[in-house]
């Protein structure tokens, strides 16, 4: 038997086309002419969509903007200041407290500057020998200042230099050597306690209340927690001390009650103040963000990052929203007298979309939550003491302390702390 043929079939290869160099380069266009046909309107929707995001949040801003216009701009706010504090006492404070020198060679064993003295200041308490001839050399170094400034007669509200049009150019020198008067002022009116000498003790605590006076109008948040700090570090302290040992006279007691009495904190007023100032900074920012790059602007806002990729891109218009909506929220909230700041520490977690270079919320925040509840803690013990120098006045003059409040009215008190 014969093998068998395997079966075969026919398999057409089909003839492949040849290209001239020109017929490629035109195929090649055309395929590429295919693809921009599909790219570009991608493109022009990518930038249609950015460009509708950058109006939306733009008009988003704006629309938040206008229900906070009323707040004053940083010209108003030079103008109010100007108006209801002394403008030509500056230069006189300036002129006899700048030059106050605290250096350390003078500061060792001193309390107050060396974390080394751990003497406490209080009057019935016996101060040691190291720490007198310290604190009294620093006193004697500063005399003049001080007794200058006690010359001086005005009693009232300073208008320290500062333009609120460029927040960042403004220095508070004050703000130091107002501290530092204080501190010496602190320190002289204790050993005056001590040495008994209550009338020069209680000058140097009416220079303090003064020192406290001068900051009350400035729009500048440090300068208001300078005035609160003032109060509970020193002029509550040493009035307190005094009056448990029985130094004051009636007529050194009228005095410093009067001059509490010309100063009362006003919480609501503080924290007007320091929105109205963090808001003009924030404004300011937003229009310029070529401050961040000053020196004091990132130590202010701790801020590190470029500012080209927010100044340019419609991520700042999602930030004004949110900034301006935070001080919406605030001036509203301090209209209607509810004075719950709580919520505003946890506005950041619950506010989406914000980069990190939204200023205010990120670097002041905390500053908002923290100013009210303290200013109204100073305006509480404020009350307190005036009503404990009302009481000893009552016990100097009847050898005995009242049996409630209303007995202080009208002679010691005029009328009762609104908060009592």
């Not at 006193?139 to 007794?147: A, E, G, M, S």
């Amino acid at each position: 038997m014969s093998q068998s043929e395997p079966a075969t079939k026919t398999i057409t290869i089909p003839q492949q086309n040849t290209f001239t160099y020109r017929e490629l380069w035109e195929l090649r266009k055309r395929r590429f002419y295919k693809f921009l046909k599909f790219l570009i309107p991608c493109i022009l929707a990518l930038i249609l969509l950015y460009l509708g995001l950058h109006i939306f949040y733009y008009l988003r801003a704006q629309k938040m903007l206008s229900k906070i216009a009323h707040l004053p701009t940083s010209n108003q706010l030079n103008q109010t200041y100007d108006s209801l504090a002394s403008t030509d006492i500056y230069h006189d404070y300036n002129n006899i407290l700048s030059p106050i020198q605290t250096p350390v060679d003078l500061t060792a064993n001193v309390p107050f500057y060396d974390s080394d003295a751990n003497q406490v200041l209080a009057i019935a308490t016996p101060l040691a020998p190291i720490y007198r001839t310290a604190i009294q050399k620093l006193l004697d170094h500063n005399k003049q200042y001080l007794d200058q400034f006690q010359s001086l007669t005005y009693q009232g509200p300073v208008r320290y230099a500062g333009d609120y049009n460029a927040p960042f150019s403004i220095l508070t020198p004050h703000l130091g050597y107002i501290n530092a008067a204080t501190k010496l002022y602190h320190l002289r009116a204790f050993l005056y306690f001590q040495n008994n000498q209550p009338q020069l003790a209680t000058n140097d605590i009416l220079s303090i209340i003064q020192l406290q006076h001068s900051l009350l109008h400035e729009p500048n948040t440090m300068s208001q927690f300078v005035r609160r700090a003032i109060f509970f570090r020193h002029i509550e302290p040493l009035i307190t001390d005094a009056i448990l040992n029985n130094l004051f006279t009636a007529t050194h007691l009228i005095q410093i009650q009067q001059a509490l009495q010309a100063d009362p904190p006003d919480p609501k007023q503080t924290f007007q103040y320091c929105l109205d100032y963090e808001y003009n900074t924030a404004r300011q920012v937003i229009h310029n963000p070529d401050l961040l790059g000053s020196n004091r602007a990132v130590q202010y806002y701790n801020i590190n990052t470029s500012a080209i990729l927010w100044k340019y891109t419609y991520i700042k218009h999602i930030d004004r929203y949110h900034i301006y909506n935070l001080y919406h929220q605030l001036n509203l909230q301090l209209s209607k007298n509810d004075f719950n700041f709580t919520w505003v520490d946890k506005y950041l977690e619950t506010t989406d979309n914000v980069s990190s270079r939204c200023i205010v919320i990120r670097g002041l925040t905390p500053i908002f939550s923290a100013i009210y509840p303290k200013h109204q803690q100073h305006l509480s013990l404020h009350n307190e003491l005036l009503i404990t120098i009302a009481e000893h006045r009552y016990f100097l003059d009847h050898n005995k302390y009242p049996e409630d409040n209303s007995q202080l009215i009208p002679h010691y008190l005029k009328e009762p702390p609104a908060n009592q």
